[in-house]
């Protein structure tokens, strides 16, 4: 993955967390790791393929270090890593998992979000056609 890519994922901090989440009307998958955590890193590479393949979509791939943002990882709760959320353009945590998935796991939360794939998604599909 090129540095470009990399760089579309969003590093969220104490500091901005509030402001990103409330202000963005996007999908937004964040993965809440520690840099001392192996798979952690795990997750942290998959970042960069799953900003590459929602680039041009409603969806922001972030990221929250939780031993330099505690306030942020103790607000939501945070007691294991990594954990990942997907919050939904309502502002409210549509999924959530603790641990190591694959790329094809990560990538079905955040469609499944978007309302692609499954029952809900051919029921509305079914609708618009």
């Keep these: 993955m090129s540095d470009e890519v990399f760089n579309r994922v969003l590093e969220l901090t104490d500091g901005n967390y ?4 409330v202000n963005s009307e996007a999908v937004i998958f964040i993965d809440f790791y520690s840099d001392y ?5 795990v997750v942290l590479k998959y970042l960069e393929s799953l900003a590459e393949r929602f680039e041009d979509e409603n969806v922001i791939i972030a990221k929250l270090n ?3 943002n505690p306030k942020t990882a103790d607000k939501l709760n945070v007691t294991h890593i990594p954990y990942i959320v ?3 353009e309502d502002k409210t945590i549509k999924r959530a998992r603790t641990g190591v998935l694959s790329l094809n796991g990560y990538t079905k939360m955040i469609d499944k979000t978007l309302h692609r794939g499954g029952l809900i998604s051919k029921i509305i599909d079914k ?3």
């Excluded at 509030?18 to 989440?21: A, D, K, L, N, R």
């Design 127 to 129: 609708f618009k056609s």
């Design 86 to 88: 997907v919050i939904g």
């Design 18 to 21: 509030s402001e990103v989440v």
């Design 37 to 41: 955590c192996g798979s952690c890193r």
């Design 66 to 68: 939780v031993d330099d």
